[in-house]
């Protein structure tokens, strides 16, 4: 035990009494909990819910809100232990830096623990987003022009460009890789169906795996993963797809299609903007392109997982019903989207240690990682162009980079500066 550990402990703690309903302490040794940590479970939460409130920008700046507050203040675990949870969460579908708290959670104090992560960790964001779904229905009721958002949508434009250049300069490290990002952004940019998404990224993970020339990939490693979380992501993502062709229910579609979007999308709130985009504008036609733009450009604005994002637009998908119902889509969205890759991390978490040791895992996310690069940088073209090249749209998604990259300004102020110009033009 720590230093910090046991000056944390309560006298009958450091005992070997933990304090019921206030310590957490591994009581046997189930491979499960082998790793788990004696903690005060409020002043863990406390630290999970001090990265949400400052975690902008995304998986990257997450992560360093995360070194700060969990390895170099808390020494919940090492640096080291946190590169390899990201490297875990990147295999993994669903929201890279949601999954990498939820682990830390899950390391401290088992599958409890890592469920009220998740909660403090996403509920504050998922709440205001819930509240900006209502957003038009405010503006109109007060007879204020929605022009006054119209800069929204050109900001956030400029945040998706900076971030397919980002994560294609990281993604492509060589010549398989650069290929499979330039085909994965023409494909889908000719293909917008969404079943073209899962499919690609796939690929990608094969065509990688095919080309390596690294010998014993499939390395055999013994597991003994709880079954039981996989049982219930299948039977979710199976039962989802029956219960929508069997009912025409709006709510059982949107809960439908943002779990599916949190089992397909690898890497965070950027890479499943196309997805979304696709569907709920394009095909399903629930909200426009304005009202897409302008619900991503104010999650910029918001500290948490980007992927709260799903809140606002399964309530804006659900607005044409009451409140009540709009609430109810919200819910959906954001359940829907967050629930698959917690169960993932339930699932995996327990025998990472023995999973990273197949070589074949880490080769297939090179693959997996480019294809997701280019459908972010497809993504900045046809949202560029559903916006509209007009000249002040085109100066403020350059303003927008400029300032991003020079990672002077933060980003709720460029939000709120946008909301400014609107009000002023």
């Not at 902008?56 to 232990?81: I, N």
């Not at 390899?84 to 682990?103: D, K, N, R, Y």
């Not at 579609?253 to 903007?273: I, K, N």
Request: net charge neutral.
């Amino acid at each position: 035990m720590t230093h910090l550990e046991q000056d944390n402990l309560a006298p009958d703690a450091r005992a070997g009494h933990p304090i019921r309903g206030e310590w957490r302490v591994p009581v046997n040794s189930d491979a499960t909990y082998a790793n788990t940590l004696a903690v005060s479970w409020p002043a863990f939460l406390r630290d999970v819910l001090i990265c949400s409130l400052g975690a902008y920008g995304g998986p990257e700046a997450h992560m360093s809100v995360f070194l700060d507050q969990m390895v170099v203040k808390r020494k919940y675990l090492t640096e080291q232990d946190l590169v390899e949870l990201i490297a875990l969460c990147s295999i993994l579908p669903g929201p890279t830096s949601t999954q990498t708290i939820v682990s830390i959670g899950y390391k401290m104090g088992g599958p409890v623990l890592a469920f009220f992560t998740m909660l403090v960790w996403a509920l504050p964001v998922l709440v205001v987003m819930t509240v900006l779904s209502f957003l038009y229905q405010f503006l109109a009721a007060r007879e204020i022009s929605f022009e006054v958002l119209r800069f929204i949508g050109p900001m956030a434009v400029g945040f998706i460009i900076l971030a397919a250049y980002r994560i294609g300069r990281k993604v492509v490290v060589d010549g398989v890789t650069g290929i499979l990002m330039v085909t994965s952004a023409v494909v889908t940019y000719f293909i917008r169906a969404p079943w073209i998404f899962p499919v690609i990224l796939v690929a990608g993970g094969v065509v990688t795996i095919m080309l390596s020339r690294a010998e014993d990939i499939w390395k055999r490693v013994s597991l003994n993963p709880p079954w039981r979380y996989l049982a219930a992501f299948t039977f979710l993502a199976l039962g989802g797809l029956v219960a929508t062709a069997l009912f025409q229910e709006r709510l059982i579609q949107l809960a439908e299609s943002f779990y599916r979007y949190g089992y397909l999308v690898f890497g965070g709130g950027q890479v499943v903007v196309p997805v979304m985009h696709t569907e709920l504008v394009q095909i399903r036609e629930y909200m426009s392109n304005q009202e897409f733009l302008t619900g991503y450009g104010l999650v910029q604005g918001l500290p948490g997982p980007m992927f709260s994002f799903a809140a606002y637009a399964g309530g804006m998908a659900a607005r044409d019903g009451t409140p009540a119902y709009q609430i109810a889509g919200a819910i959906a969205g954001g359940v829907g989207i967050f629930l698959p890759g917690l169960l993932l991390i339930y699932f995996v978490y327990p025998v990472w240690e023995r999973l990273k040791q197949i070589p074949a895992v880490k080769i297939a996310l090179r693959g997996i990682g480019a294809v997701a690069g280019g459908l972010i940088a497809i993504a900045a073209v046809v949202l560029a162009e559903s916006s509209g090249f007009e000249v002040a749209n085109v100066v403020i998604s350059v303003l927008t980079i400029v300032l991003l990259a020079s990672r002077k300004v933060p980003a709720p102020l460029i939000v709120v500066a946008a909301l400014i110009a609107g009000f002023l033009v």
